[in-house]
Structure formats: structure tokens, C-alpha cells
Nanobody
């Protein structure tokens, strides 16, 4: 499975961004999708995950109520809608895929930079 992220950029605090993760080379509906991020000098952290649909999602406490993960199986694409962005959201954002019934994420994209200025 190959994953390609897009949609990052430089925004101001309070703005919104929508990240996309396009998958190829696998059967998209078989995979859960996760968004992770890594800020300079920090470890990579889980941001949000989606299993079969928007009714089965998980979020880090730091983004609950501001970020929304979704997927469009017909387009083999997952999204991360990020609202009310804060400077502490600045990081490289990665999408990842793993089989639904497994805990790990085996496939990773190259990442997209999100920078939020104050």
C-alpha cells in the first residue's frame, strides 16, 4: 500500500486546513487509517484514527473537538479536517494504514508539513 499526503501549509492560529491521504496498491476498505504527527525534537504521536466509518474513530485528547477524520472509500482517500489550529499543532503530519483487525500500522506516507503561526 502506498500513501501520499497532501494539504499541508503555513496558516495562522485559528485557521483551518484539510489534509488528504490517497492510497494505492491495496484494497482500501480493508485498512484502518491513522494520522500521526511529529514536531521538531518530539516523538511521533497519534492524532486520529478511523476504522470502517466515521462512527468508529479515535482522537488524541489534544485535538478532540477541533479535528475530524473521515474516509471516502470510493476515492481510496482519507482526510483530516483541522479547525481552530494552534501553534502547538505545528508538525509533520503522516498518514498510516494497517489491517482492520491488527493493532499496528504497517504502511506510512512521506508526511506533509503543517505550520501554524501565532
Amino acid at each position: 500500500v502506498q500513501l501520499v499526503e497532501s494539504g499541508g501549509g503555513l496558516v495562522q492560529a485559528g485557521d483551518s486546513l484539510r489534509l488528504s491521504c490517497e492510497a494505492s496498491g491495496g484494497t482500501f476498505v480493508l485498512y484502518k487509517i491513522g494520522w500521526f504527527r511529529q514536531a521538531p525534537g518530539k516523538e511521533r504521536e497519534f492524532v486520529a484514527g478511523i476504522w470502517r466509518s466515521e462512527r468508529d474513530t479515535a482522537y488524541a485528547d489534544s485535538v478532540k473537538g477541533r479535528f475530524t477524520i473521515s474516509r471516502d472509500n470510493a476515492k481510496n482517500t482519507a482526510f483530516l479536517q483541522m479547525n481552530s489550529l494552534k501553534p502547538e499543532d505545528t508538525a509533520v503530519y503522516y498518514c498510516a494504514a494497517g489491517l482492520m483487525r491488527r493493532s499496528e500500522y504497517n504502511y506510512w506516507g512521506q508526511g506533509t508539513q503543517v505550520t501554524v503561526s501565532s
